[in-house]
């Protein structure tokens, strides 16, 4: 039987992802309930590389709404359509805006050339460049987890983290392929 270990950090910033299990864990449990029947750890890891990988291809790529096992729910990429607010005064707020980190610190650059990283870190009321999502429309694309049929019992308490590689299909696909998703 499997008991559960301290759970693993990945440290990389402040939200890092946690996860319970490695691949040989499942692949041992795998063993454990299939037995003799089991495949090898590497046909299992193979399968699992290339498998993987296609459904999210499929998810973002064919619009695939993907059942779960077990009435889990459903995964699939939601949009939503962020606008900037303008507040009492007439200043616009663009806290909902995300920032492209990678214009701003080319800004950051460009106004500071004679500060360090660690001056910078310290100056408060920088400028940010806020992303507008112009590619899609201003729509923000993300994973979401559907959870209507789901059968387990707190599911508020549950939530999904797609992988970064997982990520970095979906922006690819919605910058470089227009695609359409539901609201």
Same mark, same amino acid.
């Given at each position: 039987?499997?008991?559960? /270990? @301290?759970?693993?950090?990945?440290?990389?910033? =402040?939200?890092?992802? #946690?996860?319970?299990?490695?691949? $040989?864990? +499942?692949?041992?449990?795998?063993?454990?309930?299939?037995?003799? /029947? @089991?495949?090898?750890?590497?046909?299992?890891? =193979?399968?699992?590389? #290339?498998?993987?990988?296609?459904? $999210?291809? +499929?998810?973002?790529?064919?619009?695939?709404?993907?059942?779960?096992? @077990?009435?889990?729910?459903?995964?699939?990429? =939601?949009?939503?359509?962020?606008?900037?607010?303008?507040?009492?005064?007439?200043?616009?707020?663009?806290?909902?805006?995300?920032?492209?980190?990678?214009?701003?610190?080319?800004?950051?650059? =460009?106004?500071?050339?004679?500060?360090?990283?660690?001056?910078?870190?310290?100056?408060?009321?920088?400028?940010?460049?806020?992303?507008?999502?112009?590619?899609?429309?201003?729509?923000?694309?993300?994973?979401?987890?559907?959870?209507?049929?789901?059968?387990?019992?707190?599911?508020?308490?549950?939530?999904?983290?797609?992988?970064?590689?997982?990520?970095?299909?979906?922006?690819?696909?919605?910058?470089?392929?227009?695609?359409?998703?539901?609201?």
């Amino acid at each position: 039987m499997i008991t559960q /270990k @301290a759970m693993l950090t990945y440290p990389r910033g =402040k939200n890092k992802i #946690k996860a319970d299990y490695k691949f $040989v864990e +499942l692949y041992n449990f795998y063993k454990e309930v299939h037995g003799e /029947k @089991a495949l090898s750890k590497e046909v299992v890891k =193979k399968v699992y590389s #290339k498998l993987f990988p296609e459904i $999210v291809k +499929l998810i973002v790529f064919d619009n695939l709404d993907f059942r779960m096992p @077990a009435r889990l729910g459903y995964i699939r990429v =939601k949009k939503k359509l962020i606008e900037p607010k303008i507040d009492d005064q007439g200043n616009l707020d663009a806290r909902r805006l995300s920032v492209d980190w990678k214009k701003t610190n080319k800004l950051w650059q =460009k106004l500071y050339p004679e500060k360090s990283r660690e001056e910078l870190k310290q100056m408060k009321d920088k400028p940010l460049v806020r992303e507008l999502n112009e590619s899609t429309n201003g729509y923000r694309v993300t994973w979401y987890w559907d959870k209507t049929t789901c059968n387990i019992k707190n599911q508020n308490a549950y939530y999904i983290n797609m992988t970064r590689d997982n990520d970095k299909i979906l922006s690819r696909g919605t910058k470089l392929n227009n695609l359409n998703f539901y609201e």
